[in-house]
Nanobody
Framework: QVQLVESGGGLVQAGGSLRLSCVVS????????QAWSRQAPGKQRELVAS????????YYADFVKGRFTISRDNAENKVYLQMNGLEPEDTAVYYC???????????????WGQGTQVTVSS
């Protein structure tokens, strides 16, 4: 019913930039909350950034503050993560997450994307 597809990952040199996109497909819902998380090999998944639609409140993990920006496209149900000043420590699989509210029922559900690989070389 609701599907998330990330894109924009790839290989980049240290100091470079990438823009990740998350397309949220389906109908009959609105996105109340969106976030990006990442997971490096052998490590726990960690929250990178989040955005609350209603009030525009944002959260950034300390290790990305000043470098990453989360945003959304209100017309197309897309979520973005602009990543600047990338470091080798940013290498991970990045996952999109959304909490949606179905218009007819008012029910809320959460969904994860499949992830996109980001690799930063020295």
């Amino acid at each position: 019913q609701v599907q998330l597809v990330e894109s924009g990952g790839g290989l980049v040199q240290a100091g470079g930039s990438l823009r990740l996109s998350c397309v949220v497909s389906g109908s009959g819902f609105s996105i109340d909350f969106q976030a990006w998380s990442r997971q490096a090999p052998g490590k726990q998944r960690e929250l990178v950034a989040s955005l609350t639609t209603a009030n525009g409140a944002v959260y950034y993990a300390d290790f990305v503050k000043g470098r990453f920006t989360i945003s959304r496209d209100n017309a197309e149900n897309k979520v973005y993560l602009q990543m600047n000043g990338l470091e080798p420590e940013d290498t991970a699989v990045y996952y999109c997450y959304v909490q949606v509210r179905f218009q007819a029922s008012g029910v809320r559900e959460s969904y994860w994307g499949q992830g996109t690989q980001v690799t930063v070389s020295s």
